[in-house]
């Protein structure tokens, strides 16, 4: 069985110290590749360099994304945008983004977000570049825009979907590949989730941890550090496997085959 987390923020900080033993954990674990979340112009410089850094070690381990975060994207001037332009033709990115709407923590302002947003999906449609997208408390802003691009966009998934059954019909209506994190281990607030779930047709779902955030809350025994790490890539699995009525296999070939196709990874090679 092989796993592919769609999104894990490697390049922080919290795994400068480790990163080796996080990666090797998570490759005991049946993590086949990792592609690596690119954030901002300096975390997606970091986020390539690290893919490129495993890469050379392991051919097909890693790639990374390049993007400006919707936190970030009062910075996404015209040198930021060029730059994209210039990672998103370098060997090892797979996708542009994370770029989309966070209208729940807003760091930055809506019009701000929105121009940003606008400005990445247009740079992914004219690249013929896949987009990830991020979308939080932001459903309506967000599902125009994506509308309006999608007929432009050779690819587009949301990551760590949060929503419910509604969320996914209008997802799969614009044809989009929607992420499923670990928010789906948690008791508390995963419930239309977990119920959204199984609605996912299989050639449209993907599993991501978003390490080090949104540690599975249903881990047991929960580890002393509350930060989460690709090898729990594991445990997401094994929750919507369950959901789905399916069993860890028929769901790694799936997602896993799904992932490949998605970011044109080829196993023993990125890109
Ligand atoms: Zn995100």
Redesign the pocket.
Known sequence: MEWIDI?ANLAHESFAGDIEDVVARARDAGVGHFVV?G?SVAASEAALALARRFDAASPGLMSATAGM??HHAAELDATALDRFAELAAAPGIVALG?C?L?FYRNLAPHAAQLAAFRAQLELAARLRKPV?????DAHVDFLALVREFRPHLVGAVA??FTGGEAEVEAYLELDLHIGVTGWVCDERRGGALQRAVPRIPPGRLMLET?AP?LLPRSLKPKPATRRNEPAWLVEVARVVAELRGETPAELAAHSSATARAFFGLTPGRSR
Not at 132 to 136: G, P, S, Y
């Open positions: 999104g979340t954030t975060h919707p994370e989309g966070d990830f997208l991020h979308e939080r990551h760590c978003d955030y």
